[in-house]
């Protein structure tokens, strides 16, 4: 294959809610994409566009996309294109580390392809522990591979749009070349012109981590200085709009409500607090910000009990309204402890949401 047909080339391997997004993206951008999964029916329902997807823009994407398709043949994906890109599901495991198995498996399987013709560059975007990637460039350098590091900075319901106006991006690599290759894909992906941050692989992967750890301390600072408020009857969204004002803090992240969530920010942060326990270096603020976060609730729970209302009604418990997503809701754990204590709750969410929450409660809550 001719090098500059090579160039217009890229894959992706795991194209799950986020990796379906971004191989979307480039190929809305001008890339010939390959995207691999395990799942035959998956890559089926993608190839003959009739998945849907709750993410805002994906089903309009599938259906126009000319350039874009799914295998489950990871040698296919390795041979369309220099440049690789992971984005593969990476969990928490009980310890607060970052369960890599999934891209331990996709590693394996490039191993077992052997040594590579041409160089391969790897770019790992799944949340890691910081240090892994090294691990994977030591496994895999001796067969002909680059590997880089290059985390996805999205938020759930919002992806496309955050791929295609990011306010950073960071890259992790060996050179300054192999840096410029994925600068080249982002500055031809994005309609911004957004920060570079290029840093050894390291560097990357303890930016990513202390990113959302950050954002999630802004947040319970907020919250419990929004809780101080309501208790000495000052108004809450006054205060915090008044201090995040100042430009040194802003107001972004820093307004009054239901704490912090999701599938990204608890990992994150749990992932710094055992990084920083492993290397007996004392990350109190980043404990503390999980314990405000759970007074935060306990608080917003006793506050409601003393109006005396004996319903609560809401229109989402998702951890982020206009998504489908309930995991470490504090919206839904808000809703979980009313209706243990007595509390008529009811709720109107999309179908997906209340499909899952009858799975998983039964009839603790009403539904609308």
Not at 91 to 107: A, P
Not at 249 to 272: E, Q, S, V
Not at 295 to 322: C, I, P, R, W
Request: charged content about 25%; aromatic content about 10%; proline content about 2%.
């Amino acid at each position: 294959m001719k090098s500059g047909i090579m160039e217009q080339n890229l894959s992706v391997i795991g194209i799950g809610r986020l990796g379906l997004c971004f191989s979307l993206s480039l190929e809305k951008s001008g890339y010939n994409v390959i995207g691999c999964d395990i799942l035959e029916s998956y890559v089926d329902k993608i190839n003959n566009k009739t998945f849907d997807s709750f993410e805002p823009g994906v089903n309009e994407l599938i259906k126009k996309n000319k350039n874009f398709t799914a295998t489950i043949d990871l040698r296919q994906t390795v041979d369309h294109s220099r440049m690789i890109f992971v984005t593969v599901a990476t969990y928490s495991e009980e310890d607060g580390r970052y369960d890599v198995s999934q891209v331990d498996s996709v590693v394996d399987s490039l191993v077992n392809l052997g040594i590579q013709n041409n160089e391969k560059h790897l770019i790992i975007c799944s949340n890691v522990n910081p240090g892994y990637s090294d691990t994977i460039y030591r496994r895999l350098n001796k067969l002909n591979w680059q590997v880089s590091y290059n985390p996805e900075t999205i938020a759930q319901g919002t992806i496309l749009e955050n791929q295609a106006k990011p306010d950073c991006v960071y890259i992790g690599a060996d050179s300054a070349l192999l840096s410029d290759e994925i600068c080249k894909v982002y500055s031809k992906m994005c309609y911004n012109s957004p920060k570079i941050f290029q840093m050894d692989r390291l560097s990357a992967e303890l930016t990513k981590v202390s990113l959302n750890c950050f954002l999630t301390c802004k947040i319970s600072f907020a919250n419990m200085v929004g809780d101080l408020a309501a208790k000495i009857g000052a108004n809450p969204q006054k205060v915090l709009s008044a201090v995040g004002g100042d430009s040194r803090i802003n107001n972004k992240f820093f307004k009054y409500g239901f704490g912090w969530g999701g599938p990204c920010f608890p990992r994150d942060t749990r992932a710094l607090i055992r990084l920083a326990k492993d290397n007996s270096m004392p990350f109190d603020m980043c404990q503390a910000s999980n314990e405000i976060n759970r007074k935060h609730l306990n608080f917003q729970v006793e506050q409601f009990l003393k109006t005396g209302v004996a319903e609560y009604k809401t229109d989402s418990v998702t951890y982020k309204k206009g998504t489908n997503i309930l995991e470490e809701s504090q919206q839904l754990e808000f809703a979980v402890k009313l209706a243990e204590l007595g509390i008529k709750v009811t709720i109107k969410e999309s179908e997906s949401v209340i499909l899952q929450l009858k799975k998983i409660y039964g009839s603790l809550f009403n539904y609308e």
